[in-house]
């Protein structure tokens, strides 16, 4: 069955620090993944696509098919990216988006 | 474009009555989700709509919600009777197909007493 696992329900960094957010999925099709960014009692908004293969706010995400995974990077993080993050799984034959159930991360002066 | 338009931005009332929150969907988007998000339970689909039919209502939690799509930009999501237990912050999404990327509006944040 399909699946979105982020382990890390809270992450930590200083700024400055590099940062990862971690997500693996599972999924027998094709998939096609996404993150969406939360601020603080905002809508979520979608930070970037693995099909656009483009830098959103300083941030990227691979898509691994061999370790079926999608993780969020950020070589310097900043107070401005405190916030939760969701990663999303879609594909031909789901029907819809599946969520993780976010990471919350926080990014101290 | 104005985006996913939600109302009411806030809503409190007491346990027991009727709540009504609204959702106006991204012109030409064809496709319409409803979620809760809570401390607890995180984000949570209850119900999506692809065409004005609902698809899958299964994370609907109790026959005292219900959902409809009168036309093709509009929903509502309705709880009656509602409890304390419901309080939460509810979200409408559109898409234009039921794989695409997701609109979110800014969400209904519900205190019910």
Redesign the interface.
């Known amino acids: 069955a399909q699946r979105v696992t982020q382990p890390e329900k809270l992450l930590s960094v200083f700024k400055g620090a590099p940062v990862e957010l971690k997500c693996n999925y599972s999924y027998s099709g094709s998939p096609e993944l996404f993150w969406y960014v939360q601020y603080s009692r905002q809508r979520l908004q979608l930070l970037l696509r693995h099909i656009s293969r483009e830098s959103i706010k300083g941030f990227t995400a691979d898509l691994n098919k061999g370790e079926t995974s999608f993780h969020l990077k950020k070589p310097f993080a900043q107070e401005e990216d405190s916030a939760m993050y969701y990663c999303a799984l879609s594909g031909s034959t789901l029907g819809r988006l599946y969520f993780g159930r976010g990471t919350q991360l926080t990014v101290w002066p | 474009d104005a985006g996913v338009i939600q109302s009411p931005r806030h809503e409190v009332t007491e346990m027991g009555q009727e709540v009504t929150l609204r959702c106006k969907l991204i012109s030409g988007h064809n496709?319409l989700?409803w979620y809760r998000q809570t401390m607890m339970r995180?984000?949570e689909?209850l119900i999506?709509f692809n065409n004005n039919v609902p698809?899958?209502d299964s994370g609907m939690p109790e026959d005292r919600f219900s959902a409809k799509m009168p036309n093709a930009s509009f929903s509502t999501l309705k709880i009656q009777p509602s409890e304390p237990r419901d309080s939460a912050v509810y979200?409408c999404?559109s898409s234009l197909g039921?794989?695409?990327?997701?609109?979110?509006?800014?969400?209904t944040r519900l205190s019910i007493l």
Do not use: R
Request: proline fraction near 5%.
């Open positions: 496709s989700f995180g984000l689909l999506y698809i899958d979200f999404a039921q794989n695409q990327p997701q609109h979110f509006g800014d969400g």
